[in-house]
């Protein structure tokens, strides 16, 4: 039986490589028990995809969206944003704290300047340029609180420390996962956290209770948390629950391939930042999420994430909400490393009629690859629209370069590409766009020069014409033409047939002579 979700579950058919590449894996074992593993926020983390942490406010290609997904929110539930009165200079704080980390992160899309008691603060991205006076409401379009997290894409909470405890005061907080801010507005930390299972019988939420209420400025400390969304729901809050709590069943009957690209990992970073001038604690909670299917293409990832979820115990399982469907979720990750047993035949392995199988879209970038040499040739318009494309995916994963050639019958073209291919180096993938005759010319060229299928990545705008090489005089030439017809051979003028018979490693179709009773 299959059951469709709702539509605003399923998420965009494509994934930005670098959201792969820059997303914070949770799990160091293959166990998982709640635990404070809390760090210092100084070091960049290291994964089997990439690496994540380098900054504390984290903008990536998902900016533009999370920012119009958190305006939605507020303007349909503004119980999302909360600010208790003694918390305005903390807000305050927060403010000039997280401007401050924009601006060092990323000096070319944000900027903080003071002259005297103006402030002056731009963000590229969303055109706002505005100047404030800190500590007055009035010079800021709405109170600093909620004007910070409408350019951010973290949810933040301020704790007060009074009475030797903290309290949840102040806040914008639209990605909650299954929890309320609204009603935990006012609650201590150690109130808020009593529904999680284990947390205070094993002493985790008193440790980090202590640890939170020890913290200094200017040293930020993180730990990531995670659970698991069906589609890309970032708003899956307790005041939503009728909207998303349905899919926990409705998962369970869906076939493999909607299974992989609903079920998505959901990571939170959390960042604790003790404020500078009010004494306040900023937490902050950036949400991640990945779909399975992306998940399993890094192979760690792929078996960690099926032992933990498989030996998680059942108390944790149903407090994340993900009883009903984790044998599944570790079932379908084994499977996906499991190879197909007859795979379809690839670029230059199609046995029987020896044509090249050219793809009918363009190969996306791997992004477990370290550099990238793109090679567009010649000058068809879609030539061009497929190398910015692997372009622009490339570059945000690795090294990235680009070889523009006019045609590969040119010596000087020739040697141009021997000498990119010459420079790269292990890692590396190698993505060649253009006409037939380019393409298998070019691909020849790679393997002579020592790279092997797994490098390699082609795609044909046009088959108008091929490379050809002559039985009888051995010459190798471009030809307009196609395997079964004739053509005629600019080294010993013999027409030739052209047969249905390519050779990967000297880039050309067999032809041989079609005239009656000519030598061979």
């Not at 704290?97 to 103006?118: H, S």
């Not at 284990?198 to 209770?209: L, N, Q, S």
């Not at 490098?455 to 050809?468: G, K, N, Q």
Request: glycine share 8%; aromatic share 8%.
């Amino acid at each position: 039986m299959t059951t469709a979700l709702p539509d605003s579950s399923v998420p965009d058919s494509t994934l930005d490589p670098a959201l792969v590449t820059g997303f914070p894996f949770p799990f160091v074992e293959d166990r998982y028990r709640y635990s404070t593993n809390v760090e210092p926020a100084d070091h960049t983390v290291s994964t089997a995809a990439g690496q994540w942490g380098d900054v504390v406010i984290d903008v990536d290609s998902e900016y533009q969206t999370e920012i119009d997904k958190r305006t939605e929110v507020l303007a349909a539930d503004p119980s999302r944003a909360a600010l208790l009165p003694h918390m305005r200079p903390a807000a305050w704080d927060a403010m000039l704290t997280i401007m401050r980390e924009l601006a060092t992160a990323y000096p070319d899309k944000f900027a903080l300047r003071a002259d005297g008691d103006q402030w002056e603060w731009r963000n590229s991205k969303l055109g706002i340029a505005d100047t404030f006076v800190y500590g007055d409401d009035t010079t800021l379009p709405s109170g600093p609180l909620s004007y910070i997290c409408g350019q951010i894409q973290e949810d933040v909470v301020l704790l007060d420390q009074r009475d030797g405890q903290l309290f949840a005061d102040a806040g914008v907080v639209t990605f909650a996962a299954d929890w309320s801010f609204g009603f935990d507005v006012g609650m201590s930390f150690l109130e808020i956290h009593g529904p999680v299972p284990r947390v205070r019988k094993e002493g985790v939420i008193t440790r980090a209770h202590e640890f939170i209420k020890r913290l200094q400025p200017h040293r930020p400390y993180r730990r990531t948390n995670w659970t698991m969304t069906i589609g890309r729901r970032l708003d899956v809050s307790t005041e939503r629950y009728p909207e998303w709590g349905p899919d926990r069943e409705l998962i369970r009957h869906v076939d493999d391939e909607t299974f992989g690209r609903l079920v998505h990992l959901r990571v939170e970073v959390q960042h604790l930042i003790r404020l500078p001038d009010s004494g306040a604690v900023m937490f902050l909670i950036r949400t991640y999420m990945l779909p399975l299917d992306a998940l399993a293409t890094v192979e760690p990832w792929r078996l960690r994430t099926a032992e933990v979820v498989d030996e998680l115990p059942d108390d944790m399982a149903d407090y994340k909400g993900i009883i009903k469907y984790r044998a599944r979720v570790a079932q379908w990750l084994r499977a996906a490393g499991t190879p197909p047993p007859d795979p379809e035949p690839t670029l230059d392995e199609r046995p029987g009629d020896g044509l090249p199988a050219w793809p009918t879209d363009p190969d996306p970038i791997d992004s477990a690859a370290s550099t990238f040499l793109i090679v567009s040739v010649g000058d068809e318009p879609r030539t061009g629209d497929v190398a910015a494309q692997w372009v622009s995916a490339a570059e945000a994963i690795g090294r990235t370069h680009l070889l523009v050639l006019d045609t590969l019958t040119r010596e000087e073209d020739l040697a141009a590409l021997r000498t990119a291919l010459s420079a790269v180096s292990t890692g590396v993938r190698i993505h060649i766009v253009g006409g037939q005759y380019d393409v298998l010319t070019a691909l020849a060229i790679t393997r002579e020069c020592g790279a092997v299928d797994t490098e390699l990545s082609a795609f044909v705008v046009h088959t108008r014409d091929l490379p050809v090489y002559c039985a009888q005089c051995r010459n190798l030439f471009r030809g307009e033409g196609i395997p079964g017809g004739t053509l005629d051979c600019p080294g010993c003028a013999r027409t030739l047939e052209v047969h249905p018979h390519h050779s990967a490693a000297l880039g050309g179709f067999l032809a041989s002579s079609a005239e009656p009773g000519a030598p061979a």
